[in-house]
């Protein structure tokens, strides 16, 4: 009984810890779901009922004796690691095909979750990069687009050091997006560049949340309704976050331009 005992309760543990892990990176509600699923599923236990929401998970299991488990976690709606999900999907496979025990599955999972990001310096020199080349798809020049490089990095660089850790995400889109249309309008005023549209839109790029938009109407069209209009409704609200500060820097270099500056 007690060998039972523990064995259910770890697979409860390590299913909850891998759906956690999932969420909290940005994983759709689906994925999570069946991530869990397998993982109960392979150890023995078809007990398992998961309720997964955009910002909350709650599993429960029982095992053949009647005790029960119950795993609840609030998790707050945050940013998009896709390394860290698909090391974890990844996961949940080799579970399935026999490869790990529970006490192994729960050390792998505790690695992922330590894995460090990035290097910041290549995460800047990568937003800059990408924002220059969707100035550059839009329909922007070569020097639109190193405009929008720079500003790109600076941007980011802004987000990373101190949006993030200081600013609430209102603030933080909105003023992350008006410095970079007014550094991008400040050397188009100069003469270096040739379109403030494109080089506006390719700046502010690496604010757009896209991944959790797609997400959002994904999670819709399955029918997970709450955590889908949570999720849409946050992407919503960075839209126009960034919508206000472009327009706010928009209006800033036009008094600028009748200033004859």
Request: glycine share 10%.
């Amino acid at each position: 009984m007690a060998k039972n005992l523990i064995k259910t309760e770890e697979v409860i543990e390590l299913a909850f810890r891998a759906g956690s892990l999932l969420l909290e990176n940005g994983a759709e509600i689906s994925r999570v779901e069946e991530t869990m699923e397998r993982i109960c599923l392979h150890y023995g236990v078809r007990s398992e009922n998961a309720f997964v929401l955009s910002n909350g998970i709650f599993i429960t299991g029982d095992d053949k004796e009647g005790n029960d488990f119950v795993r609840i976690r609030h998790i707050p709606v945050s940013g998009t690691h896709l390394n860290k999900i698909i090391a974890i999907n990844q996961l949940s496979r080799e579970i399935e095909e026999g490869k790990y025990s529970v006490e192994e599955a729960m050390e792998s999972l505790e690695n992922i979750q330590c894995e460090q990001d990035k290097n910041r310096l290549v995460r800047i020199i990568a937003a800059g990069l990408g924002s220059a080349s969707f100035c550059y798809l839009f329909g922007g020049g070569i020097w639109d687009s190193a405009v929008v490089f720079a500003a790109g990095m600076l941007l980011y660089s802004f987000q990373l050091y101190f949006a993030l850790p200081h600013l609430s995400k209102i603030t933080g889109n909105f003023s992350g997006s008006l410095a970079a249309v007014i550094f991008c309008g400040c050397l188009y005023l100069s003469g270096i560049g040739q379109s403030l549209s494109y080089m506006a839109i390719g700046a502010v790029m690496p604010l757009v949340p896209g991944v959790a938009f797609v997400n959002a109407i994904r999670e819709i069209a399955d029918g997970d309704y709450i955590s889908g209009f949570v999720r849409m409704l946050d992407t919503l609200l960075v839209f126009f976050c960034i919508a206000a500060g472009m327009g706010l820097g928009f209006l800033i270099i036009e008094q600028l331009r009748g200033w004859g500056l």
